[in-house]
Structures are given as C-alpha cells and as structure tokens.
C-alpha cells in the first residue's frame, strides 16, 4: 500500500511549520500560552479538514467529539486517582478519549452519513446539545455541576508534575496530536481512501458507480477526525484546565472556529488548517486585546466572503500559483 | 394523578405545537424552493423575539402588534441576505463570482490591517464605535469585491456553500444582537388573564398565540392557492425550469421566498414570547434551530403545510416525554426533554428522511 | 453462457410502471444497442442494471451472481461499468487522477495499488488521446474530452460489460463517426460487451451495435439484429406511425 517517498514531500513544510512554532515557543519567554493557542486552533482545524475539507459534508455538532474526549481524560483522573497509577493514567485517558469519540462518531455515522448533504447536516446540528442535555438531564459524570480534578491531579502526581502536565505537556501533546492529524490527512491523500473521498466530493453518484463504498470511506474519514478531536479535548481542555463543564465543551461557537480556519485556509489542503490556525489565532488573540468580544462577529461576514469570493482559500490559491515549479511536490 | 398531570400537559403542548408549526413553515418554505437549509434559523427566531421585547418594554406595546413590525423586519433581513450572501451561490442565473485576483486579496488584506493598525492606536474608550467601523468595513469590502468579480459561473456552488453562509448568517445576527443588549437573559411581563379548563390553566397570551399561529397558516395556505404570486412561487416548488419557461421569474421568486421564509420565522419569535416571555437572550435561537428541524423533517422538510402539522405531533410529544421524565428520580426533565429532541430528530431520518407524515 | 440476464424486471415510481415485466440477455463482447423514444424507459433499465436504484419485481443476473439486491459499488466490483449522458468527471481531480480512480476502485479494483492504477490511467490516456491535458483538473475540459475521460474511466474499472448513456447525444456527425469507431475498437481490444442507449434507431445503424433492444411504455417490443429491427413493422410504427394523439404520450 506504501507509495513511494517522494509522495510524502508534503509532510516537511508542515513539520518546518509546527517545528518553528514550538521553537518559538520555548525560546521566546511569556509567549508559550499564546503559541499552545495557536496549536490548539491549527490542530482543531487539521482535525476538522480530514472530514469537511476531504468529503464536502459539514459536521455543525463536531466541538460535542470534543467534548467526550475532555470527559474520557476527566472520567480517567476522576476516578482513578487514587489507585497508584502514575502517568499510566494519562494514556488511559488518552484512550479512553479515542473509545468515547469513536462511539460518538459511530453512533452519529450510522445515522448520518446515509444520508446526503444538507439532511446530514441536520442530522449533526442537534449532537453536541443532544450530549450536553444527556449529561445534564441524566447527572451522568456529575451533570452539570461538572468535574473539577486539580486536587486528583496534584494528588496522584504531586504539585510539581501535575503543574508541568497542565502547563507544559497538554501543550506538547495538542502539538503532537496537529501533526498526528497532518500525518493521516497526507496517509489519506496518497492512498485510496482520498482517491475515494474525491470522487465522492466531487459527485456521490458518480462514485459510487465507479465502485466506491460511499458509506464505509465517509466512516472511515468521519471516525478519524472524531478521535484526533477526542485527543485534542482530552490535552487542550482536560489536561489543561483540569476541570470540565458541560456548557463549556460543548459550546457550538468552537465548531465555527473550525469552520472559519479551514476556509481560511482551504479546504481540502494539507497545509490550510496551519495556515488558517495561524491566522485565525493571531487575529483572535489582538482582537481580544483592542476589540474583546467581537472576535465572532467579524469572522462570520469573512466566512461568507471567503465562500463566495474565494472558495479555495490561502493554500488552495496558492497551490494554483506554484503549479508547474519544482515548489509544486510540497504544497497541497 | 398522572393521567391527569399528562392530560393537562398534553393540551399545553398542542396550543404550544401550533406555535412551533409556524414558527417551522419558513424553514420549510425556504427548502422547499431555493433547496437552501437555513442552518442560522434560530437566530431569525431571536430576533423575533427581541423585536417583541424591546417594543413591549420601550412603548408597551402588545406583542401581538409587533406581529406587522416583525414581518417586515424579517422581510427585509431576508432580502438583505439574499442578495448579499445568498445569491451568487444559488441564483439560477447564475450571478457567481469569477475566480479572484490575488491584487483584490493582497487590497483587501491591506485595508484590514491598515484598520486594525489605526484602532489599535485609538484608545480603548472607542471599541464599539470602532468594532461597528470595521464590521461596516468588511461588508464594504465584501461588496466592493461583488462588484468588481461579479461575473458569471456556470456551475452551482455545492450544498456546502449555503450550508455554511447561512450558519454564518445567523453568528452575524446573534453576534450583533449580543453587542447591542448585552448577552443577559430578559424578560417581560404581559398578563391579560387566564383560562382555566379544570386540567390545567391557559393564559388568553397563549391561546392568542395559537390563534395567530393559525391564522398565519391559513393565510399562506390562501396566499398559495388564490394568488397569481403564490402560484408562481408554487410553481417553482414543482419545476424551476418549467416555471423558466412559463415566464415565471425564477431569480426573483428565489428572493420573494426566502424573504418571505424569514419575515414568518422572525413572526413566530414574536408568537414564542407570548408563550415564554423569559430566557430572552442573543444565544436562545440554537434549540429552536434543532426543534425545528426535527418538525420539519417530521413533516417531510420541504413542505410548509407538513411542517404546521409536524410542529402539533412535536408539542404533544415534548411535552408528554416531560411529563413522564419528571417520573423519574435522578432526572432532569427539562434537559431530558431536549436530548430526547435530539435522538427523535436521528430515528426519524434513520426511518424515512423524506418525512413521517404525508402531507401535500 | 450469457453475461447478464434480466429476468421478468419492473419498477415503479408511485402509480408509474417505467419498466414493465422486463426480459432480456446480453451476451459476452457483444455490442448491442437499448433503443426507445424518450421516455421508454430506457434509463431506468440502465439504473436498475448498475444498481442506482433496486428492481420491484424479477431478477438480475450477472456472471450467473444474482445482483438484484447489490448496491451499485458491488456491481461495478463484479464488473459493470457505466458512463453518464451529461459527463460526471470528478472536476477538481486530473485527467489522470479520474481514471486512475476507475482502476482503484473498479473490477480489479482490490490488487490494484494507487501506482498500478496511475500506470493504468496513463495507458488509457494514450488510447483517447489526451496526452497533453493528463495533469489538467477535469472540470476545464470540453464536453467530448470530458466524455473520453468518461469512456477511459469506466474502461480502467475492467468491466465486463459496459453500459454508455447517449454516448453521442449533441454531437456533430464526424465526431459521432470517430466515436463509433473507438467503441467498436475498445469493443474488440478490451474484449468487453458495450450496450449502448440510443434515443433514435437510425444511430444504432451507424455501426454501434449488432442487435438490438427496442423500448417502448416502458415494455420489451423486440430484441432482435439491428438490420431486422430498422425493417421491423413494430418498430417503425413506434417511430413513425403512432396516431398523434399517443405520440405524447
């Protein structure tokens, strides 16, 4: 199945992306939160793009994979604290994380992905205050008066690690997940699972005639990008903040993040999401400063120039500028 | 005791049902003819209900005099969106966008930072003036870039493309409404006395609202039938090339009707707050959106008529799975109600996304 | 041994039959023609051949599989290609990408890797000649190139037999001259049964097909050799003595 290397070119100005990041990051003193925020936006969008960006279909409920992935690493420090785990815990809430999420997406999929554009983004639009209301109607994990694992957390590692895992090694991890999610989209791209998503973009129909199991390659795009979002809730939020609210995980305004970086930086693109995150990152963290609150409200008139003007965004214009020059083999 | 409590709730649910009806037709209607799902619906819903407030508490009055009001502000919204946003993506004559020059981006990206450079130096006692300069920047810009690009494309934008306008369309409307009154939740207080039918107690607010839901109904339903304009509309519903053909102008009716959608779905916020004069509050629309679309798929999603008799099954339905969660220890019945909103809009597209009732 | 049996076929849309008690055989490497004025029928056979949509009643049988009830991706991995009357190339793909998806996903579709299947498109390309257009998106081609790479596509997915929707709908004559003769020759080197839908009987006369099936309200009228069928009293009622007030219909 492996293709030959060259088709992985791709993968180093990302690498090159993330790589200077981080480094700024470390070297730079006091402006670690603002870089881990930039991860966070370039990761939520790299997660987002392998399902919006490969298959057309918009999930407007995406933040509730989020959200079960913050519950998976919660649920994990919550109750298992005092069992003598050490960081064992971690990667069990890592994978817990991955199980809730690929449920979700499961669950979600069954229903939604037979159907066809806009039914499928009704289907989706409900999921993640259908979530919300479970845990708050049914008090599952506490309702909604959440969990709150600080004193778990500096229980279980002591004060000085469990200050380095929210303050340093969430962040590395949201890193580590981005460009885990760049990884599989570029592994999508070159083999026949983004062969498939193409053609079923391009014309479902069609595709299907030519042989393509519609449903199971939409699945396999649509779990992919849940559990990279599970991950990214499980270190951005869980591990971070130590805490987790169901009003706060599954706020639809993080979906329209989603939605404005990878428009921002095209969908379908390997490198749109980074490009995008960055943007949107930066301009978000300024706003803040001189406009606080209207972060929203300038970005959704962007959303609909960006549709209507330039549907193909910052890499997919640029894409078409370096056609034919030997930068072509590196920027998709 | 029970059967008593169920009763009695299920009456509420059926006045509140037609109320939820109609507050479903224009979403249904703007389906039916530009194939468009409104995804930003509830936030149409919110303003409704904000018009409705806002002239109860700053003259007194009635919401059911803001009825007019509303409808003609949400005939203007929708016009406003339909040529600002909606139509190069779905117009049938094709009034697209050609591809871009990178000169327009490179402008336009200049423009912006020039005015984020300028407001970062003006002090902080000017953000909302600034904040309104640039949103009113951006449109500029927007539509000065329409101007120059707009040319013709021949294919049609995917669903995609409306999907995510109209979701943008309503974080405008929620985020401009959130900056203007703040995001607290408001309320009034209308009481012009209760009816008591021994089950329960209907205030004369809610049966006037039921009222005037089906008043609203019928006259759409007389517009469609006995009108040369409803007929047109109609006749794009059935065949848009047809209609083409027949000299009906397509392009036009695409904007009468989404106009026409979201003057009945701005009304029916006004009919909700005679229902629920509280919770009122810029972020209020999203369950609305999602009750909605259970209705309307309910009712087969393309069809206004459908959707009326969708949103009666839904009140009765709501209101009775309230009334036995509240059985239930250990539950929140309200929230409980809304999941199970959620999880009744996944069976019945898993069972027949074309809609359970048959209604033409 | 035949390569697809219809047997006793019909389906329904509401109170409409479109296809009605249906029978019929297509044999191996055979070129054969599905004639019928508009509204025949003959799309909805086509349709309920590859499996967009399910047969009501009978069976269909392919390479003695019964396929009634596959979905239209099992079918083409069987090996039953299709092309579209208006082009369906995947317009932002390559030429190249196109048909190499044909090959992925097709009849061979399981041991073809993505790099056999670019082989493959590049192959294809060289036989409808569109060697300078391999690495351009699709949407950017005329609508006869975009009926190649449609041709090229379909072919790549190894069929056995291929099913072409109008193949030369909207075509002028000498176009519709050298189209002729490439689907007799991929015919002949592919070794594949072509069935084509034809609206009028004379195009069938042209040399693309050897016999043919004629539709009419939804039914089988004959089945028969081109050159009896084009004298057959049946068939030029249908086409040229219908009673006025039927010819609507």
Known sequence: ?332 | MIFEQLSGNLLQGLVLGSVYGMATMGLSLIFGVLQVVNVGHGAFIMVGAFTSLMMFQAAGVPPVLAIPVAFAIGMALGMLFYFGALKPLVSPSGSGIKSLDMRAVGMGAGILVALLVVMRFLSAAFKLHFAITLFVAIIFLYGFLLYIYGGRRQDKAPELATLLVTFSIGVILEESVKQLFTSEARGFNWAIGKLDLGVTVLPYTKLIASFGSLTIAVLLYLWFRKTRAGMAMRSVVEDDVGARVCGVNVDWQYALSFSLGIGLTVTSGVLLTMFIPVGINPYMGGPYTLKSFVIAVLGGLASPYGAFFGGLVFGLVENGSYTLFAQFQGLEPFAMTRFFSFVMLLVILLLRPTGLLKVK | MSLLRVENVTKRFGGLVAVDDMSFEIRHGELMAIVGPNGAGKTTMFNLINGVFPADEGRIIFEDVDVTRYPAYKRAHLGIGRTFQIPRPFASATVRENIAIGGMFGAAGSEISVDRAMELADHYIDIIGLKEHRDKPAGGLTPVEKKLVEIARALAMKPRLLLMDEAMAGMNPKDIDEMVAFIREIRDTEGIAIVSMVEHIMRAVAGLAERVIVMHQGALLVDEPTQEALSDPRVIEVYLGQPPEEAHA
């Not at chain 1, 990279?228 to 599954?250: E, H, I, M, Q």
Request: charged residues 10%; hydrophobic residues 55%.
């Open chain 1, 1 to 332: 199945m492996m293709r030959p290397v060259r088709a992985y070119y791709p993968i180093l100005p990302v690498l090159i992306g993330y790589g200077i990041l981080f480094g700024i990051g470390q070297m730079v003193p006091g402006k670690w939160q603002l870089i881990s925020q930039l991860a966070f936006f370039c990761a939520l969008g790299q997660a987002f793009n392998l399902f919006m960006g490969m298959t057309g279909y918009v999930d407007f409920g995406y933040v509730a994979f989020l959200g079960v992935g913050t519950y998976g690493m919660a649920v994990s420090i919550y109750y298992l604290f005092d069992k003598g785990l050490g960081l064992t815990m971690i990667v069990i809430g890592m994978i817990l994380a991955a199980v809730f999420s690929t449920l979700l997406s499961l669950a979600v999929g069954a229903v939604a992905l037979r159907l066809r554009g806009a039914y499928f983004a009704i289907a989706t639009i409900g999921v993640n205050e259908g979530f919300r209301f479970l845990i708050e109607g049914a008090r599952i994990w506490n309702g909604s008066d959440g969990m709150i694992f600080s004193r778990h957390m500096k229980t279980a590692f002591g004060r000085e690690t469990a200050m380095a895992l929210s303050m340093k090694w969430a962040d590395v991890i949201v890193f580590g997940v981005a460009f885990l999610a760049a990884v599989m989209t570029l592994l999508y791209m070159r083999n026949k699972v983004g062969y498939a998503l193409t053609a079923l973009r391009e014309d479902e129909d069609a595709a299907k005639v030519m042989g393509i199991n519609v449903t199971r390659y939409k699945l396999i795009a649509f779990i992919t990008s849940a559990i990279l979002a599970g991950l990214l809730g499980a270190s951005a939020w869980a591990l971070k903040l130590t805490y987790v609210y169901p009003t706060d995980v599954f706020a639809i305004h993080y979906t329209v993040e989603a939605i404005i970086i990878v428009l921002l930086g095209g969908a379908g693109t390997l490198l749109g999401p980074i490009v995008g995150g960055l943007i949107y990152g930066v301009s978000k963290y300024y706003l803040a400063i001189v406009l606080p609150g209207f972060q929203l409200m300038i970005f959704a008139p962007i959303i609909i120039m960006i549709i209507v003007l330039f549907p193909e965004g910052t890499v997919g214009i640029l894409k078409k500028r370096v056609f034919g020059t030997p930068l072509e083999k590196f920027i998709i």
